[in-house]
C-alpha cells in the first residue's frame, strides 16, 4: 500500500541492512476482500498470475521485482 511504501522509505535510513516485507495482500485475501485464484491455479504456483489478470495494474510491480531478483542475483555473483 502507498502508507507501506512510505514508512518503508521513511525508516530505510534508520534500518540498514533490514528487509521490509509489506503483507497488505495476504491480509485482503485472508479478510475475503480479495479472492484467491482456483485451486488448480494454485496448485501449479500460478496465483501470482491470477492476480496479475484479476489487477493489470499490478504490472509494474511485477517486473519490479524481477528486476530486483535479477539484480540481487547478480550482486551475489560478483561478490564471490
Do not use: C, N
Request: glycine share 8%.
Amino acid at each position: 500500500s502507498r502508507h507501506g511504501l512510505q514508512y518503508h522509505q521513511a525508516s530505510r535510513d534508520d534500518k540498514r541492512g533490514v528487509v521490509f516485507m509489506s503483507v497488505g495482500g495476504a491480509f485482503d485475501m485472508l479478510s475475503g476482500i480479495i479472492q484467491r485464484a482456483p485451486v488448480h491455479i494454485r496448485s501449479v504456483g500460478m496465483e501470482w498470475l491470477w492476480r496479475l489478470f484479476k489487477e493489470p495494474w499490478r504490472l509494474r510491480r511485477q517486473l519490479a521485482l524481477i528486476k530486483f531478483a535479477f539484480w540481487a542475483l547478480r550482486e551475489k555473483v560478483q561478490t564471490r
